[in-house]
Structures are given as C-alpha cells and as structure tokens.
C-alpha cells in the first residue's frame, strides 16, 4: 500500500465512526515496513474521555501490539491533521513521520473541535522538599537493573 491508500484507510474509519457509531470524523492507521499495525477512531463522545482521540488509540495498540513505548520505525496517518495533544503523543512516541488527509480548518469549520483553546491555563511550579524524588529513585533503579 502506498500513502494514498493509508490515508484512504483513516478516511474510511471515520467515516465509519460517523456513520456507524455516531462518533466524531477522526480515524488514524500506524503502519511499520508498509504493513498496518493499529488502528483507531475517536471515541470521545462515547466514553466522555477528551484524551480518547484516533490518534491516541492508534499509538496504544501499536504500542501493545509491539510491545514498546518508541514507534520509531512507524509512520501515522490521519484523518485529520493531529491536534496539540495528539502532536504532543506523536512525539513522544518517536514516529517517523505523520500524513494526515484534511487541515484543522475544516474541523474548526464543521464545529468538531473547538475554534480556540484556553491556552491561558496558569501552570505554576511549586517547589517541594521532596519533588524529585520519584526522578530520583527511577535514577537508582536505573543504575540497578544496567
């Protein structure tokens, strides 16, 4: 299959997430060495879980399906260009590359997603005796199990 084809795949699991299920018009497909490896829909309206996003579930599977938290070898391809959150998870994930079949526009004009997000949200950093503890144990057990 080609990127084309892949794409076409995401298109044709949101539309069927629309049709069948009601859901929202979001499908992604994780494919590694040309062959699919995950899947899956945009689920938010379903479970009422605002991280439950096609491309979030996608990576879940093929981080199950793999047995590893870094898809570097993989490419993602979406129905919809990816959202903050979703670009954050790509990231983290380590995949190789992201195609996506229709620009955030055409979701903010079809009042899927919101036109603006609070990006004025205080995030504040308290400083605690004890807050990198946990940092620093996972350093220790690092050096353990090395």
Sequence with gaps: ????????LAIDLARSNVKEKGGRPFGAVIVRNGEVVATGVNTVLETKDPT???E???IREASRVLGSELLSDCEIYASGEPCPMCQGAIQRADLKAVYYASPK???MEAKVVPAGSNLNIPFQYVEMANGSEPFEL???RKENTE
Excluded: I, P, S
Excluded at 1 to 8: H, S, V
């Design 105 to 107: 526009e055409v979701a």
């Design 138 to 140: 996972w350093t220790k």
């Design 56 to 58: 979030m579930r996608a």
């Design 1 to 8: 299959m080609n990127t084309q084809q892949f794409l076409q």
């Design 52 to 54: 439950d996003h096609a």
